[in-house]
């Protein structure tokens, strides 16, 4: 499977998600800069973490109206997978191709730590290698991951298996409705998630529980 990785100015998990994807499928993935207005032949295009442009104007407001968005919205019309992870969720939310908002913290504040969680619907493309309602560890850092929808779009989400990840009980570090933590399309090719799942993916990382998402995305075998 080939993938890539988009690059924005601002993005700082770039490296990190290609480290993952290239020691999960054993290929790095190449990159894919902001002005590319044609992306080739991928199967997984992935947008990672950080603070593109700054964050000015609202959280992924600047970065999803760069032309190398029109490529993906294109890409994902076609069905290659997307994923979206923190800034990356925030983008693919600005550009439409997720339903809902990311908001300010509950807390106002930026949270990075660790969380938990539950694999809710472990039959997607994104969550296969999981077993449903699986229980994994997972960090994240970010101060707008507050997700939001309004009633008819929650209802419709929840009713679809939109819902892949919720913060398990407990551990909700931003106050997003319904605990949720990772939503997809209707399609389910396009996936959006606050948490990190690059960063705990190896032995160094302190933990694997990420690996299984990448392996899903990537069809290989997750061990
Ligand atoms: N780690 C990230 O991707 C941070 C996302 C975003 N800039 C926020 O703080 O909410």
């Known amino acids: 499977m080939k993938s890539a990785v988009v690059q924005l100015p601002g993005l700082n ?3 990190d998600m290609i480290a993952a994807l290239t020691k999960i499928s054993g290929k790095p993935p190449m990159t894919i800069w902001q002005t590319e207005t044609e992306i080739p032949d991928v199967d997984l295009i992935v947008i990672p973490g950080g603070f593109s442009y700054g964050d000015y104007l609202r ?3 600047i970065a999803a109206r760069m032309p190398v968005m029109q490529a993906i919205i294109e890409k994902a019309a076609k069905g290659v997978k997307v994923l979206g992870v ?14 809902g908002a990311l908001m300010r913290n509950a807390s106002l ?6 969380i938990k969680l539950e694999v809710v619907n472990a039959e997607t493309d994104f969550t296969r290698a999981y077993a449903q309602g ?3 560890r997972c960090p994240v850092a970010h ?3 507050n997700y939001f929808a309004d009633e008819a779009t929650l209802t419709k989400i929840e009713g679809n298996g939109q819902v892949v990840f919720r913060y398990a009980e407990g551990t909700n ?11 997809t399309n209707e399609k389910g090719n396009v996936l959006g998630m606050m948490p ?17 998402l990448f392996a899903s995305a990537l069809d290989v075998v997750a061990a």
Not at 86 to 99: K, R, S
Not at 109 to 114: A, G, M, Q, W, Y
Not at 173 to 183: E, K
Not at 203 to 210: I, K, Q, V
Request: net charge negative.
């Open 13 to 15: 998990r770039d490296r």
């Open 59 to 61: 959280c992924g407001a």
């Open 86 to 99: 923190c800034n990356g969720f925030q983008i693919l939310v600005e550009a439409g191709l997720l339903p």
């Open 109 to 114: 504040k930026f949270v990075c730590r660790e």
């Open 134 to 136: 699986q229980l994994i």
């Open 143 to 145: 101060h707008d991951g």
């Open 173 to 183: 570090p931003n106050g997003s409705l319904n605990d949720i933590a990772g939503v």
């Open 196 to 212: 990190h799942p690059e960063n705990l993916i190896e032995a160094a990382h302190g933990g694997s529980d990420g690996r299984g």
